[in-house]
């Protein structure tokens, strides 16, 4: 074999060997998503051949959505389907270490595309044969800036014979919107985004509330788009009439409902928003630069009626006054300048020129004091929420209070201990009730803490990309969150007409424009128009929208199943919890989806061990596969597979379970040292056996004389002296054999 296959694409992905074999051949690529009210199954089906005259290892990659859920996946070959299921991530670690403490190998391969997660499996294909993978995904689309958007990564790698992607929507209301921007072909977004629609995009409008698009470019067309064809993520944007459904409930026959809320032509609340930025050393460079850039754009975002307060912070907590210059040199562990109303402003023309003209002149260095600066901002934030009045901006009891936090590092100072950090924050900021936003600034961030505080304090965390868009991946991540328009949601439903129990979150700490709250459950028994009531913190949300509209639809219980999976595991995120995981859990285990808590396992075939996918084999060394080799496909995060023994079949000991023979391999040659003389005889690995002849075992007991792949005893597997003190047999003259025990059942490895 001797290649190493590491690219992260969704699609296939095939590698030239280093021996200069000829590379896999895609022959279709074929991608089918089903959107459902929401949510999306996605199928992806990759048909390649081996073209050599020898066998090579096909690696299959595909990267999904952050959120996504894998449910199904099978490997086609030789007319015989490999099917995974699922099981728990514990009972997978279990075996996945007892199989490194075996020595048989392990893989692991990371994510490097954005907000996602990667699924790598190669498999041992025949000279001239064909596999076929074929790996479902499921995840609810969640409505951002207003549209929901679907996105397919396709990365062949090549022209492929037959390259298809086919997205069908369906929604009980009304499209407003069904659009499929140009293919981007590149990680980093555009200056100025190009809207336009794909030219291979062919969009079908059945009926006024369903879509279908089909994307299929002939083998030229890839060759347009480049020598080694199209590479880069499909994007299907829609979204439904928020007129004619504002506020909808959908019952299916099985009891569970789904409830979409998102009222239209609510004016913006007006809003608080304290920026927390970090100017330490680390973010001398581009970063500094970036973060100007961005802060430029976000300034003129900001809404009438807004006020807004700077916190910048390295060894020493700065508070921005309009008409104080900030100082960056000669800097002193604490917090500069008077804390006093004018650091609330409001943003108007006049205070977003002088902001931008400070931002400007911002210089990193220092250290991470980021708790000193969390601390001054909740003082900040407590100071808008509870003064009635005064100062440049009467009336800050009417904001809603935002903290936006941006470090690239990781925090010191008198409390740098993570843990301490958001369990002080949190109580602190129980008075003033502010969401805090963490932007996690490239690779030294620690995202784990920055999540878990922000998840504690009804915000979210975020990566941003240390890349040349950086500036409008802040940019891009601030307009989400630019128009809140209701705080304090609460879902109330009617407790007769519904398990509370199954009711998935039905507080939300605020709706913001363009996006929408989604709360699911099951019906009491006869139960078919459940009651609700929204309510905000400012009274009854349901004045501005009608009541909800009840709609039939054949199943919401996998979207309830997956909304319930992945809210239990962002409130362990937040808070670990045992009983949270374990509900999680067995809702996954019931539901078959991958997650951080369950793995996805497949029986592999043509092999005989775990084997390390991530590194090439030590030359001359060919290493077979068993058929009881299992891959555990699960995800914590950016970590991705493992590669396990089958739990249930008993695992077959292989030729590279015995550890003294690849050392005296060559090929399918071995060299013994018999008394003194060097002696070659042949590896049969799966040829077939014929007469036997008698044999006498070490113990004295009688056998027969088998090749050694068919007979593989534990007693000689590590150690060489004791198979040449008896066990060495040759078999047809010329074959390394094994005195095999009569009483002994071994089927031959194939």
Known sequence: MGFKAVVVSAALLVAVSAQGIQQPKVHRLHVLSEVRNRYAKTLITSRVG??????????????????????????????????????????????YDAAVAEGRGAAHVAVSARDSNVVHVSVNVEAQKKVTFNLTYEE???????????????????????????????????LRLVEVPRLQETNEILDTPDNATDPLARIVRPTPSSAIVRWSPTKE?????????????????????????????????????????????????????????????????????????????ILDELNAGDVFSLIPFSSE????????????????????????????????????????????????????????????????????????????????????????????????????????????????????????????????????FLRRLALRNS????????????????????????????????????????????????????????????????????????????????????????APAVVNVTSAERLWAYLTVRQLLDQ??????????????????????????????????????????????????????????????????YDALDIDPDPVAEVVPTLADITWLSPLRNGSQVTLNINGTDQHLQLAENQTEGSFQNCTTPPGGSGVCRHLAACILPEFKERLDVFLSGYLCVVEDSFLGVCCPDATSVTPAA
């Not at 209701?486 to 407790?495: K, Q």
Request: aromatic fraction near 8%; include cysteine.
């Open 572 to 637: 362990d995120a937040a808070t670990p919890n045992e009983t949270l995981r374990t509900r999680a859990k067995d809702i996954a285990l019931r539901y078959s989806f991958v997650t951080s808590v369950t793995s996805l396992v497949v029986v592999k075939p043509n092999a005989t061990s775990a084997v390390n996918l991530d590194e090439p084999n030590a030359p001359g060394e060919d290493i077979p596969m068993s058929i009881d080799a299992a891959l555990d496909l699960s995800f914590d995060d």
């Open 221 to 297: 067309e890839q060759r347009q788009r480049g020598e080694e064809g199209v590479s880069g993520q499909l994007v299907v944007r829609y979204d439904v009439d928020r007129d004619a459904s504002p506020n909808q409930i959908l019952v299916s026959e099985d009891g569970y409902f789904v409830h979409f809320y998102a009222p239209p032509g609510l004016p913006p609340l007006p809003k608080h928003v304290v920026f927390v930025l970090d100017v330490s050393g680390s973010m001398m460079g581009r970063k500094i630069e970036q973060l100007k850039a961005a802060m430029n754009t």
């Open 459 to 546: 915000g979210v965390g975020r990566r941003i990309y240390e890349a040349a868009d950086a500036h409008l991946q802040l940019r891009n991540f601030y307009r989400q969150i630019a128009s809140p328009l209701l705080a304090d949601v609460t879902f109330n439903y009617d407790g007769q007409q519904v398990d509370e129990n199954s009711l998935t979150t039905v507080k939300f700490p605020t709706l913001f424009g363009g996006g929408e709250l989604v709360v699911a459950g099951r019906l009491s028994s006869g139960t078919r128009e459940p009651w609700c009531a929204v309510r905000s913190r400012d009274g009854n949300a349901t004045d501005a929208v009608p």
């Open 317 to 448: 907590v700065q508070v921005w006054h309009p008409d104080v210059p900030l100082t960056f040199r000669h800097w002193q562990p604490g917090v500069s300048s008077a804390f006093n109303a004018s650091a609330i402003v409001e943003a108007t023309s006049e205070n977003i020129a002088k902001a931008k003209n400070s931002i400007n002149s911002f210089e990193a260095n220092g250290l991470t004091y980021m708790f000193s600066a969390l601390k001054t901002a909740l003082r900040m934030s407590d100071a808008g929420v509870h003064s009635g009045g005064g100062g440049s901006a009467p009336g800050w009891r009417r904001h809603a209070p935002i903290i936006v936090l941006l470090t690239d590092g990781e925090p010191n100072g008198q409390v740098s201990d993570t843990d301490e950090i958001v369990r002080r924050i949190t109580e602190r900021n129980a008075e003033s009730g502010a969401a805090i936003f963490t932007l996690a600034f490239g690779t030294g961030a620690d995202y784990g």
């Open 140 to 174: 609810l689309l969640q409505r951002e800036i207003g549209a929901y958007n679907l996105r397919i990564n396709i990365n062949p790698r090549q022209p492929v014979d037959d390259l298809a992607v086919e997205v069908r929507i369906e929604e009980q209301a009304p």
């Open 50 to 95: 081996n073209p050599a005259d020898q066998a090579q290892e096909i690696s299959f990659d595909a990267v999904l959505p952050e959120n996504a859920f894998i449910s199904r996946f099978l490997i086609e070959m030789d007319n015989v389907t490999y099917e995974a299921y699922v099981r728990g991530k514990e009972e997978a670690r279990q075996e």
